[in-house]
Nanobody, 123 residues
């Protein structure tokens, strides 16, 4: 069994930064793809970033490219650096893992999910 726990959310002003962490509990060696998604009430979930462990390749949504960075901190820790935040980035952010990065920003690819961490950006 795998459990994912996010942390690092908070409230910042426009232009600010946050670093989200996702810690995996359990054996994740068979999972290649690590992703971050966000959810805002009234909107569809959005895949914002993902990373393939096998290739090191990173994937970003157009809305965050150049502002967000995904990185593997350790065997069981993934970071999502959020820079130059905007009010439209306000959401609950979730990390997730998948066995392969076939469609890395599609939530249907992912097996395990964390409980989410709130990010609020004020203007």
């Amino acid at each position: 069994q795998v459990r994912l726990v996010e942390s690092g959310g908070g409230s910042v002003q426009t232009g600010g930064s946050l670093r989200l962490s996702c810690k995996a509990h359990g054996n994740i060696r068979n999972f290649d793809c690590l992703g971050w998604f966000r959810q805002t009430p009234g909107k569809e979930d959005e895949g914002v970033a993902a990373r393939s462990d096998d290739t090191g390749r990173e994937f970003y949504a157009t809305s965050v490219e150049g502002r967000f960075t995904i990185s593997r901190r350790s065997a069981n820790m993934v970071w999502l650096q959020l820079d130059n935040l905007r009010p439209e980035d306000t959401a609950v952010y979730y990390c997730a893992i998948a066995t392969i990065c076939g469609t890395p920003l599609n939530r249907a690819s992912y097996t395990y999910w964390g409980q989410g961490t709130q990010v609020t950006v004020s203007s």
